[in-house]
């Protein structure tokens, strides 16, 4: 393994979204360099990063040159194409592994994942193409499900990639729109509310993790996350230790993103994974003004070699995404809360559903945080 990095090394970040934005600015806080590898000229984390790279992730001289002037690599999104890493991986250490990628990549190689760890999950059926989806749903149906979701295997995120069958009458248009492409029939889980776990893990196999947040979308987009999420301690220990077992079966390096569903009558009773994301995480911004260490400062400590730092969080915090032209009342939602922390991400371009900022509330605790690491 290599090295731990020291002030004044280069991180190397694959992505140059809002997410590789926020960690070449917590690699500034900690004295080291970030370099950007994208190939979109107007990227937003191109504008606080040294010497940024445009180029396709298929130019493999491109890569090559980045990783040898980088001392780690990371990314910022998972669909990063894993060819792209294992070009490298032949030259520098790539956090997180590229296993990790790959599993998140694929809805049924994730879905595979949570199995072998013995994770909570929907019930699913494997769809290989349009003609398996009728007896996929009736077998979901055998099982006493009522709807369902039928989810592409790649690319979807953000609600992307993904189709709602309520009944059979669904089923001919859902063929039309998956056509020859292959995916998972994903049986409704009936939940309280969605919750998410951030999570840190250091080249040594030490794992802090940030307390869950309570999560609400707005047609399939994450809108809101808030702190506390009103799960019970039981179900919180319940959530870290799934977490931390699935970083642990992918020897993990950095900061992942455990998306779950709280279950139950009127109060949460179980918990019900729904997704896994290899970086980190929109429904963590929050740790940005509520905690001393941020999840972007512990994803570079981590990707870096350093100790990670503390998970205690100071106060209670309610983040909420500024979407398409929402971004323009920024003024306005400064004025009226003074107190209030605004991040705008520098995207030249504003459209419908695309994430513009964020902004961050806090209410102080009364008492000292407790520390989970």
């Not at 794992?207 to 702190?227: F, K, M, Q």
């Not at 991040?343 to 559903?353: M, V």
């Amino acid at each position: 393994m290599s090295e731990r990095l020291a002030p004044g090394a280069t991180v190397g970040i694959l992505g140059g979204g809002q997410l590789g934005r926020m960690l070449a600015m917590a690699a500034a806080k900690l004295g080291l360099r970030a370099r950007v590898f994208a190939p979109e000229a107007d990227s937003p984390a191109f504008q606080v990063s040294e010497n940024p790279v445009c180029a396709p992730f298929e130019d493999i001289a491109a890569l090559r040159q980045f990783a040898g002037d980088c001392g780690v690599v990371t990314y910022e999104f998972e669909n990063v194409p894993a060819h792209s890493l294992a070009v490298i991986e032949e030259l520098r250490l790539v956090c997180p592994p590229r296993r990790a990628l790959v599993s998140a990549q694929d809805r049924l190689a994730e879905r595979r994942l949570l199995q072998a760890c013995q994770m909570p999950h929907a019930d699913f059926e494997f769809v290989a193409e349009a003609g398996a989806l009728e007896p996929a749903f009736a077998a979901l149906r055998g099982r006493g499900h009522i709807t369902a979701y039928l989810k592409k295997l790649r690319q979807g995120y953000d609600g992307k990639g993904q189709v709602h069958l309520k009944d059979d009458e669904d089923i001919a248009a859902a063929q039309d729109w998956l056509g020859r492409e292959a995916a998972i029939l994903e049986a409704a889980v009936p939940f309280l509310f969605e919750c998410s776990v951030i999570a840190a893990r250091s080249r040594h196999g030490d794992i802090v993790c940030y307390e869950p947040a309570r999560n609400t979308h707005t047609h399939g987009i994450l809108s809101e996350s808030r702190v506390p999420s009103g799960l019970p301690e039981r179900l919180i220990a319940d959530a870290f230790a799934m977490t931390r077992a699935i970083m642990e079966r992918l020897d993990y390096v950095g900061v992942i993103g455990v998306e779950m569903f709280a279950i139950g009558g009127s109060e949460p009773e179980s918990l019900v994974i729904n997704e896994i994301a290899p970086r980190v995480h929109n429904s963590g911004h929050w740790t940005l003004e509520a905690c001393m260490v941020s999840q972007f400062e512990n994803h570079i400590r981590a990707v870096a070699g350093w100790p990670l730092g503390s998970p205690e969080r100071h106060s209670d915090a309610r983040m909420v995404n500024l979407i398409g032209d929402e971004v323009d009342n920024w003024a306005a939602l400064l004025a009226e809360a003074p107190r209030r922390s605004l991040h705008l991400y520098g995207k030249a371009e504003t459209r419908p559903g695309r994430k513009m900022g964020h902004y961050c509330d806090l209410t102080p605790l009364n008492h000292p945080p407790s520390a989970e690491s």
